[in-house]
């Protein structure tokens, strides 16, 4: 028993001695953390003489710097912040309402992509059916926003197909129809916002 309060004892004294040994290690830097770039000490606050005596126009410098925010922001202005909805978004809607036609197979608008199951008509009796992905680089309403591909495959019988890649005017034709409805979409929610 007695043994084991010794045992006891000492390991507190390491653990004392430990805890003192890092404290005495994290001194020097919390000492050092108070210099500033130029490497002099500088106590937290500001210099009185760079800053204007109208509080108006400190909290203007303030804001300017970066270093501050108004009320009126936080709670005032726009409630719950800016979100980019698919809603919100022309160009993606645009494209939804362009392939409306069309099966989808996967549409993730935080990823920015739309990908159409195989689609066929009715009327097409070769077995070639068509699948579109449409990818988005930007939410900007231009010609480089949008990378579209668009896959044929054609089918002899059900494990025989043959899936390629389209490099005709489909793609193209599409980018134009669904920059012509975002660009319609965006007028209409100007013209929403103005009235």
Do not use: H
């Given at each position: 028993m007695?043994?084991?309060?010794?045992?006891?004892?000492?390991k507190?004294?390491?653990?004392?001695f430990?805890k003192?040994?890092?404290?005495?290690?994290?001194?020097p830097?919390?000492?050092?953390?108070?210099?500033?770039?130029?490497g002099?000490?500088?106590?937290?606050?500001?210099?009185?003489?760079?800053f204007?005596?109208?509080?108006a126009?400190?909290?203007?410098?303030?804001?300017?710097?970066?270093?501050?925010?108004?009320i009126?922001?936080?709670?005032?202005?726009?409630?719950?912040?800016v979100?980019?909805?698919?809603?919100?978004n022309?160009?993606?809607?645009?494209?939804l309402?362009?392939i409306?036609?069309?099966p989808?197979?996967?549409v993730?608008y935080?990823?920015g992509i739309?990908?159409t199951?195989?689609?066929?008509?009715?009327?097409?009796?070769?077995?070639?059916?068509?699948?579109?992905?449409?990818?988005?680089?930007?939410?900007?309403?231009?010609?480089?926003?949008?990378?579209?591909k668009v896959?044929?495959?054609?089918c002899?019988?059900?494990s025989?197909?043959?899936v390629?890649?389209?490099?005709?005017?489909?793609?193209?034709?599409?980018?134009?129809?669904?920059?012509?409805?975002?660009t319609?979409?965006k007028?209409?929610?100007?013209?929403?916002k103005?009235?």
């Amino acid at each position: 028993m007695q043994n084991i309060l010794k045992l006891l004892k000492v390991k507190i004294n390491r653990w004392k001695f430990i805890k003192i040994f890092v404290f005495i290690l994290a001194i020097p830097l919390l000492i050092g953390s108070c210099k500033s770039p130029e490497g002099k000490f500088k106590l937290p606050g500001g210099d009185a003489r760079k800053f204007p005596a109208d509080p108006a126009k400190r909290v203007e410098q303030n804001l300017k710097e970066g270093r501050g925010f108004k009320i009126n922001d936080a709670f005032g202005g726009q409630k719950g912040g800016v979100f980019d909805f698919a809603s919100s978004n022309e160009l993606w809607r645009a494209s939804l309402d362009t392939i409306d036609f069309m099966p989808l197979l996967s549409v993730n608008y935080s990823g920015g992509i739309i990908v159409t199951d195989w689609y066929s008509d009715e009327q097409s009796a070769s077995g070639e059916s068509v699948k579109i992905s449409i990818r988005f680089l930007t939410n900007e309403i231009r010609a480089d926003a949008l990378d579209i591909k668009v896959f044929s495959r054609k089918c002899d019988n059900v494990s025989n197909c043959v899936v390629k890649e389209i490099d005709d005017e489909l793609a193209p034709a599409l980018t134009k129809q669904i920059l012509k409805k975002a660009t319609l979409y965006k007028k209409e929610a100007s013209e929403k916002k103005n009235n």
